[in-house]
Nanobody, 121 residues
């Protein structure tokens, strides 16, 4: 049974930083392709960052300068670090297992419940 629990969101001022966590059970994150997704209010969920089991990273082009993905094998946790937060970063962030084909990440069935980020002054 796979369980992914996102945490670390909150109300943050523009320009601030957050590190979101995805704590996994039922899988070993270093042995899986993992990805983060963002869903802005009223919008579809979209890919923002992924990391293959082998360590290959990909980040959505429009946020590549501000978002990064990492993992900690000891904590079996995947992270999304967001710097220079902007109002458009507002929304829910979800992690998931993923397929990785031709350099692209495709979501698996293991969505967590998400963590909410609100960027506002």
């Amino acid at each position: 049974q796979v369980q992914l629990v996102e945490s670390g969101g909150g109300l943050v001022q523009p320009g601030g930083s957050l590190r979101l966590s995805c704590a996994a059970s039922g899988i070993i994150v270093n042995g899986r392709h993992m990805a983060w997704y963002h869903q802005a209010p009223g919008q579809r969920r979209e890919f923002v960052a992924g990391m293959s089991s082998g360590g290959t990273r990909d980040v959505k082009d429009s946020v590549k300068d501000r978002f990064s993905i990492s993992r900690d094998s000891g904590k079996n946790t995947v992270y999304l670090t967001i710097n220079g937060l902007k109002p458009q970063d507002t929304g829910f962030y979800y992690c998931n297992t993923a397929r990785f084909n031709s350099g692209r990440f495709y979501p698996g069935p293991d969505w967590g419940h998400g963590t909410q980020v609100t960027v506002s002054s």
